[in-house]
Nanobody, 127 residues
Framework: QVQLVESGGGLVQAGASLRLSCAAS????????MGWFRQAPGKEREFVAA????????YYEDSVKGRFTISRDNAKNTVYLQMNSLKPEDTAVYYC????????????????????WGQGTQVTVSS
């Protein structure tokens, strides 16, 4: 089981960019499909983006398509979320998640599909 630690959150103005990182411990990171989720105050945790083990397949929630990019560097045991053109409605705690089992090209969008979670990093976008 990997352990995940997010970083890169902060307070930015609308239109700015941030890159979140999620560092994973353990030697099995490359076998984990990964995802990013977010949770705003008073709301349920929602899917943002997912990436397969091989990086060959990515998937995005509709509201972030064209603005956010998920990527991974298996040599560095790290998954990233590049967020451009940020909007106030992107304000939330962002969590990365890993799934222990997955095929080479599979991705997962339900939080119940994931086995490991980071502690979260706050992203606040002011208008």
């Amino acid at each position: 089981q990997v352990q995940l630690v997010e970083s890169g959150g902060g307070l930015v103005q609308a239109g700015a960019s941030l890159r979140l990182s999620c560092a994973a411990s353990g030697r099995t990171f490359s076998s984990y499909p990964m995802g990013w989720f977010r949770q705003a105050p008073g709301k349920e945790r929602e899917f943002v983006a997912a990436i397969s083990r091989s990086s060959g397949t990515t998937y995005y929630e509709d509201s972030v398509k064209g603005r956010f990019t998920i990527s991974r560097d298996n040599a560095k045991n790290t998954v990233y979320l590049q967020m451009n053109s940020l909007k106030p409605e992107d304000t939330a705690v962002y969590y990365c998640a890993g799934r222990r089992v997955g095929t080479y090209s599979s991705y997962y969008i339900s939080p119940y599909d994931y086995d490991a979670w980071g502690q979260g990093t706050q992203v606040t976008v002011s208008s």
